[in-house]
């Protein structure tokens, strides 16, 4: 009997015994919890770094802390939620577009600029934030 709690699943085929093997990955409730921290996660991003703003007001290196550490977060949270998928690539792909996109929106907001650190504070922050996810599960 098919258990209902559970609903993600892989089914895959090991030539060598010639069977097909089936995976449950999440459940409801952990699934609804991974995306809900995922979407606040992506929220939390918009808000920082679409908020009108008066130029400095964190200053010019707290700034891109913050954009390093509101993309580590981004990325462990998208770790958690695909962590069972064969490849995070695309996942992460989509995360750094979305670090770029909001790096050239900021231009367009008052009090806001676009700058090349700061996308790199993005990026790193997704990169490390990945390879921290990734070593503290092996652990």
Do not use: C
Not at 70 to 79: P, R
């Amino acid at each position: 009997m098919l258990d209902r709690k559970f609903i993600v699943f892989r089914i895959r085929f090991n030539p060598k015994s010639f069977k097909f093997t089936e995976t449950k990955f999440a459940t409801i409730k952990n699934l609804k919890q991974k995306n809900t921290f995922l979407i606040l996660s992506i929220l939390l991003i918009l808000v920082v770094t679409l908020t009108p703003g008066n130029g400095k007001f964190l200053g010019n290196y707290l700034d891109k802390v913050v954009h390093f550490l509101i993309f580590f977060n981004l990325s462990i949270h998208i770790w958690r939620k695909y962590q069972n998928m064969d490849s995070l690539i695309p996942a992460l792909f989509w995360a750094v577009v979305f670090a770029l996109i909001t790096e050239i929106l900021q231009h367009y907001i008052p009090g806001r600029n676009m700058e090349t650190l700061d996308a790199i504070a993005d990026v790193l922050g997704i990169v490390l934030g990945y390879y921290f996810a990734k070593l503290y599960r092996r652990e």
